[in-house]
């Protein structure tokens, strides 16, 4: 039982979290943090992810909930990349940390400072999957996003966008 346990959290772990960044944490596990993946694979991803009861949407939430409740910003860092909103227009991505500026995704060139180039491929490939428009993406820094989007009211013009109708 425990084998078939961790083929499922592996399945699920590839399945949230991409299959290069997994072969990336096995492939520089040592011998010291190696029975710590496994454990991971096996009990988080294995045991509590795995079983019936919750959606992966509401897992993901709750977790979040927990790491909020528990005050661990530099956590939530590391699970909150790209968040996926549904509009009455339909879908929008607001891309915090997976990409800095428009020019980053739209031309496949990666933020200057990259810790893993081949992740941050990854995540652009990610984002076009997760909506039908690529103008519908919001990256986090590109002061453009002010000028692909209408004001949230006159007074708020240079300051705040509203994301929803759409672009301009």
Not at 33 to 40: A, D, H, I, S, V
Not at 82 to 98: F, I, K, Y
């Amino acid at each position: 039982m425990t084998e078939e346990i961790f083929d499922q959290g592996m399945q699920i772990r590839r399945e949230v979290l991409g299959g290069a960044h997994v072969d990336r944490s096995l492939q520089n596990a040592t011998d010291f943090t190696r029975p710590m993946q496994e454990l991971l694979t096996r009990y988080c991803w294995g045991e509590l992810w795995g079983r019936p009861g919750l959606d992966r949407r509401t897992r993901s939430f709750l977790n979040l909930a927990m790491l909020t409740a528990l005050n661990r910003p530099h956590e939530i860092r590391l699970h909150v990349q790209v968040v996926r909103v549904e509009t009455a227009h339909g879908p929008l991505v607001l891309a915090s940390d997976a990409t800095h500026y428009y020019a980053n995704f739209e031309q496949t060139r990666p933020f200057p400072v990259v810790l893993h180039v081949g992740e941050m491929l990854d995540a652009y490939d990610r984002l076009r999957q997760l909506v039908d428009d690529p103008g519908r993406i919001v990256p986090r820094h590109d002061p453009r996003v002010m000028e692909r989007f209408l004001p949230a009211n006159a007074q708020c013009e240079g300051i705040a966008v509203w994301l929803d109708p759409g672009c301009r």
